[in-house]
């Protein structure tokens, strides 16, 4: 028999209190950036590779810094709530069939916004780069997106998620961590409505995938994908951080930021809003997301 988040979770001790549940959560991620912060301060004071905050291999830092909180909280699920890591969601049957399938699945999912963000008239593609050390950069970035990605999905879809679900319905716990997950980017660059509001969706989304599939290992692909092919495929900005240089390819978005994203990336774009409610009615009508 297949195993399932929410069943691995209720068996442990958990918080029942959810404000506590999700200050914990803010404080591993608080700790978890003023660690990363730290870290990239030193390694820019060295003055060593001329670093700059915006560079490159800043940037993949912070993605693979990301792990800092989930290393935290492994050591709360294990020793605090008396539970195994993967009662996370991490079951190991099937695990590398279904992240491959994320990837597909959010590759085709951030695909189908940029294609249509490029026919309405609000997108180019300006330069194609698939030289070896552009591909090298690639695959070095495609690893750090996808740490991010486990990073995030463990704390908001294989944690927060599961845990809600403990004490409240699952529409509610569905809204708590779709909800979570959209506001931890309120204080991104270039932050609007509409962004916040995708980033919901986007949440809601792969919150719908966990209950369709009892597992978070589909949600770390799609993760992954998404901010990767955003950021290292079509060189676009991911929630608002800084393009990267070494991107594959590079698309330039103008126009009206409601329809092209901005500066915050596609993500701000109300076609992408589109899309995704589309792809969660889909999602919502094959998981049989209940009402209880």
Sequence with gaps: MRKSIFEETAKGKVSR?????ILLALILLFTADFLTYIIIEL???????KLEWDSDIVQLI????????TVMLFMWV???EKRPISSLGLFKEGALTELSRGWLVGSVLFGACLILTIISGSGVIETVRFTADKLIWFLI???????????????CRGWLLPVSATKYSKIVSVSISSIFFGLLHSANNHVSFISIFNLCLF???????????????????IHGAWNCVQGSVFGIEVSGEPMLSNSLVHVKTYGADWISGGKFGV?????????????CYWLYQKSNFPYD
Excluded: P
């Design 17 to 21: 209190h959810i404000l506590l549940t």
């Design 203 to 221: 949440g809601l989304f792969l919150s719908l995938y966990v209950i369709l599939k009892g597992n978070i290992w589909g949600t770390c692909g």
């Design 141 to 155: 970035f495609a690893v750090g997106w996808q740490v991010q990605g486990v990073s995030v999905e463990i704390l």
């Design 43 to 49: 390694i820019i004071s060295l003055d060593f590779w």
């Design 78 to 80: 294990k020793f605090k």
């Design 62 to 69: 912070i993605l693979l810094a990301t792990s800092i909180s």
């Design 267 to 279: 993500e701000g774009s109300m076609i992408t809003s589109i899309v995704l409610i589309v792809a």
